[in-house]
């Protein structure tokens, strides 16, 4: 499965952001997804999960009660709403895709697949 991630811009603290990842194929639903991100100097980190049939979710702590990861099947995208931004949630953001483990995935090694990576910077 080829992941194509988009919506990442320059934001206000406070703001709000959609980051969309597309994914290619017709298996779309057999994958679970995650979000991680990586900042300037700093290791690549989990943001989010997401099971394949939707039904369960897992959120660092760092982006819990702010973040919310969704996805839609039918158009073999997964989201990752972005509320209360804070400067430090500024990094790369990353989509990741695996459909060899059931469940939740929070393990960056674990991920079969990754998308190219989308730029948020958020301004103090």
């Known amino acids: 499965v080829q992941l194509q991630a988009s919506g990442g811009g320059l934001v206000q603290a406070g703001g709000s952001l959609r980051l969309s990842c597309a994914a290619s194929?017709?298996?779309?639903?057999?994958?679970?997804m995650g979000w991680f991100r990586q900042a300037p100097g700093k290791e690549r980190e989990f943001v989010a999960a997401?099971?394949?049939?939707?039904?369960?979710?897992y959120y660092a702590d760092s982006v819990k009660g702010r973040f919310t990861i969704s996805r839609d099947n039918a158009k073999n995208t997964v989201y990752l709403q972005m509320n209360s931004l804070k400067p430090e949630d500024t990094a790369v953001y990353y989509c990741?895709?695996?459909?060899?483990?059931?469940?939740?995935?929070?393990?960056?090694?674990?991920?079969?697949?990754w998308g190219q990576g989308t730029q948020v910077t958020v301004s103090s």
């Open positions: 990741s895709a695996d459909k060899r483990l059931a469940g939740i995935i929070t393990t960056i090694g674990l991920y079969e697949y």
């Open positions: 997401i099971t394949s049939s939707g039904g369960n979710t």
């Open positions: 194929g017709r298996t779309f639903s057999s994958y679970a």
